[in-house]
């Protein structure tokens, strides 16, 4: 069986009596730093007796042929990364769907997760959410990414590194509005934990200083207050039409982007005189 087994994001105490068993009973591990592992080991106070092995980025794709074949021998197989759950922007989906593709039993252990962790902190609605993983690291590739993402009524929930969170931040408050509500959620559950909250700009700002550790953001979705007047809407249209863009086609498009009616923002563009 292959399991997919959650690690503490922090603390060593929020292991689970599971886990402890499940790592000390396991033929396999595969780890993705086989010295966290160890040290978790130590701290948890357990004994691996199975074989470890690495498994990151850089092999995985390489290791799970070999951890397949393991499981095939019924040899049960644990995937254990830094933090948090196997497959959540971390190694464990490829040997997952090879095991699934293979008719092979997969199951997770749960516990703690970041993702999980800064959405209930961070004040913001948490009914409705997606994950969506770290942004791109390029400028354009991460405005357009963002972009894609302004009419998006969920919360959102993403991971980023420390020297890219002013970056990211001011990307975001291009796309969404400085005003957006968002979180960031800093060394989760550890020492130093930190959640700030604010607007994104105001983040963006506060960002521009050193700031260190493992962090997670949390923004706030699109609300109807956030959607543009029809005024907006029909300016949008002229800029289209000043780049080239056919009248018909610059209120079509504005219009499905905005979630208005075309037959509305028609009426607005032909009654709205010239400035």
């Known amino acids: 069986m292959l399991v997919l087994a959650a690690a503490p994001i922090g603390q060593p105490k929020d292991a689970s009596p599971r886990l402890r068993e499940v790592l000390a009973a396991a033929d396999v591990i595969a780890a993705e730093d086989t010295r966290r592992l160890r040290r978790l080991a130590s701290d948890l106070e357990i004994a691996i007796g199975g074989r470890v092995v690495s498994y990151y980025d850089a092999n995985e794709s390489a290791r799970a042929a070999e951890l397949l074949e393991a499981l095939?021998?019924?040899r049960t197989v644990v995937v254990i990364t830094d933090a948090g759950m196997p497959g959540v922007s971390d190694p464990g989906y490829r040997l997952t769907r090879l095991a699934v593709e293979a008719g092979l039993p997969v199951t997770a252990l749960p516990g703690p997760s970041a993702v999980t962790t800064a959405l209930v902190v961070s004040g913001l609605p948490s009914d409705r959410f997606c994950f969506e993983g770290f942004p791109p690291r390029k400028p354009g590739e991460r405005a357009r990414r963002l972009t894609a993402l302004a009419d998006e009524e969920r919360t959102m929930v993403f991971f980023e590194a420390p020297h890219r969170l002013q970056a990211t931040l001011e990307a975001m408050a291009e796309a969404f509005g400085a005003q957006r509500p968002a979180a960031v959620c800093r060394?989760?559950?550890?020492?130093?934990?930190?959640?700030?909250?604010?607007?994104?700009g105001e983040l963006a700002e506060w960002a521009a200083g050193e700031v260190r550790g493992e962090i997670t953001l949390v923004v706030a979705g699109r609300t109807a207050q956030d959607a543009p007047g029809i005024e907006e809407l029909v300016e949008e249209v002229a800029r289209r039409e000043g780049a080239g863009v056919p009248r018909k086609q610059a209120i079509i498009e504005v219009a499905k982007?905005?979630?208005?009616?075309?037959?509305?923002?028609?009426?607005?563009?032909h009654t709205t005189p010239p400035s």
């Open 72 to 74: 095939r021998e019924g």
């Open 187 to 200: 060394e989760l559950t550890k020492t130093y934990e930190e959640v700030r909250r604010g607007g994104l």
């Open 257 to 269: 982007s905005a979630g208005v009616p075309k037959r509305d923002l028609y009426n607005a563009v």
